[in-house]
């Protein structure tokens, strides 16, 4: 559950929404393959782990009143790796600002993959 406080109470959000809410807005960036976990469980370790615990490559913290996200992505072969990244970190930042009224201070992108078409 995230829970963020401001002078007019308590607003509690869950962490699927919140986690479904980030990846659908970077999964529809132009250059993005997929989201990659985030779990210190990758390689051949990571294979013997249930999918169903997976965190879809979302990392939260809130720090000063404001969220520090962490994403860890896949791109398509060819793209513009910073191009991709730029847009990345505007549009989730104005989405998150925009849908729940929290503030973003920090967008980090975290590039794990490469994929070909």
């Given at each position: ?12 959000v869950s962490d699927n929404f919140f986690v ?33 615990h997976q965190d879809k490559g979302v990392r ?58």
């Open positions: 559950m995230i829970r963020y406080e401001n002078h007019l109470g308590t607003i509690d479904s809410l980030v990846s659908n807005t970077v999964v529809n960036c132009f250059g993005v393959a997929g989201m990659a976990r985030t779990n210190q469980q990758k390689g051949i370790l990571g294979w013997f782990h249930s999918s169903h939260v913290q809130i720090k000063e009143n404001a969220f520090i996200i962490d994403l860890h992505i896949v791109v398509l072969y060819g793209v513009n790796i910073s191009a991709v990244v730029r847009s990345i970190m505007n549009k989730v930042s104005y989405y998150i600002e925009e849908i729940t009224g929290f503030p973003v201070k920090r967008v980090n992108v975290f590039i794990d993959g490469i994929k070909n078409e």
